[in-house]
């Protein structure tokens, strides 16, 4: 169907390359006389000459390579959520700017009738991490999976957050506008990571939209105060932790290291992710092809323009733990919720196993074997199991019967 291809539009891509800052590269068809020459300019400044290379260009280019890892015809499109939340004197978020922002949104082929699953990546991540999940997902399921503001191929807004409250509302209110925009009500909604903590907040406070919470491996159940960890009252008390500490206060994010390498950062993006996924993977390593092409798309979109990344030490302290913890809203819940956890997940599944013992809504912990952090890149196949018996009330054909299936495990 030649509806469903991947596509985006020049003039929005125009629009966001002034948002990458100096190191992106304008289209020429920009409509504006100075952006055209700024891109003039900056053509004759070939990737291989930039301390940072990449650009919007990168960005799109590189998803759309590593996409075409998938069988099923998708389309790609950037939804825009306008200036700032309606009503309100402030713009996208605390921004001089009146432009309009996009979210970077692909939407799957499916069946009609399928339930409407709106996937959100996590951090240092973007829509893309799911590349192995489309194919197998998009026949049960009406797959939408988004760049959240700020990350991955979305806009990237001058972040200028000064709390927790107003940086929550940054990606809650931005994931609310796009949700308006694409006239969606009663869809299952997944969050891995840090986009769980958002999922979670989100149907905290939209919860008639949502119609099944998925969280795999989320991040912000519990605060420092409540775990109370060993290991890091003890790393703490030496020079190392009070350095660790202070940058992390002073939002010192992994990103600017890739940055900061500029020529070098991709070999370092490249070493890390063959290793990930490769050496120390704790399940189905990428092949060749895949570890290039997910290398590649994570690069450019980690040296990018600052942005979403910046929400770091407003939404956690030192040590990744939630300065407002999800734990504490669990008798609140008003949707039911699936966790999913890799056996070898660094996240902690206690917090989900204490939270749901105040919640008033149904909620299952399931464990996948040979998955870590990333279960859905690590065990596909187990994932894909998992979300089937999730989602097993709202897909079709229904499955024969509701055991658990073979190899996963409750918590």
């Known amino acids: 169907m030649n509806l469903f291809r991947s ?63 998938v069988k ?18 402030v713009r996208w978020f605390r921004s001089a700017s009146d432009e309009p922002r996009f979210i970077n949104t692909a939407t ?3 069946k009609e009738d399928s339930p409407t699953l709106v996937m959100v990546h996590g951090y240092a991540a973007s829509q893309g991490f799911f590349f192995r999940n489309f194919d197998a997902l998009a026949s049960r399921f009406k797959i939408i999976a988004i760049d959240q503001l700020g990350w991955g191929g979305s806009s990237r807004p001058d972040f200028t957050c000064k709390s927790t409250e107003e940086t929550e509302a940054w990606f809650i209110d931005s994931f ?41 491996g989320p991040a912000g159940f519990s605060s420092e105060s409540e775990s109370k960890p060993e290991w890091l009252t003890k790393l703490r008390a030496t020079w190392k932790g009070a350095v660790f500490n202070h940058l992390w206060e002073s939002n010192f994010t992994p990103q600017k290291v890739v940055r900061g390498l500029g020529p070098w950062g991709p070999d370092l993006v490249n070493r890390y992710t063959t290793a990930r996924f490769g050496a120390y993977s704790t399940g189905e390593v990428l092949n060749e092809e895949e570890s290039k092409l997910l290398s590649d798309y994570v690069y450019h979109t980690l040296a990018a323009k600052a942005s979403g990344e910046l929400c770091l030490k407003y939404i956690f302290s030192f040590g990744a733990f939630a300065r407002m913890p999800l734990l504490q809203s669990a008798s609140e819940w008003k949707v039911p919720t699936t966790f999913i956890y890799g056996f070898e997940d660094w996240m902690n599944y206690q917090g989900a196993q204490e ?19 990333f279960v859905f890149i690590d065990n596909p196949t187990g994932f894909h199991s998992a979300m089937l018996y999730a989602c097993r009330r709202y897909i079709s054909p229904k499955p024969e019967n509701e055991r658990l299936p073979e190899g996963l495990t409750f918590a």
């Open 108 to 110: 799957f082929q499916s």
């Open 176 to 216: 609310e506008e796009w949700r308006k925009a694409k006239n969606l009500s009663g869809f299952i909604l997944l969050g891995h990571s840090f986009g769980g903590y958002v999922a979670a907040k989100y149907a905290l406070k939209h919860p008639e939209h949502v119609q099944h919470l998925i969280l795999v």
């Open 7 to 69: 596509r985006v539009s020049t003039s929005v891509v125009s629009r966001m390359a002034g948002e990458l800052g100096s190191s992106a590269s304008v289209p020429t068809t920009s409509s504006s006389s100075s952006s055209s020459s700024w891109a003039k300019t900056r053509s004759l400044w070939p990737s291989i000459l930039r301390w940072i290379p990449t650009s919007v260009d990168h960005i799109i280019a590189a998803e759309k390579r590593l996409l075409s890892l």
């Open 355 to 373: 939270a749901r013992q105040h919640m008033k809504v149904p909620c299952e912990i399931i464990r996948v074997p040979q998955g870590g952090h």
């Open 72 to 89: 099923t015809s998708y389309v790609v499109e950037q939804v825009n959520i306008g200036s700032g939340p309606p009503g309100s004197k």
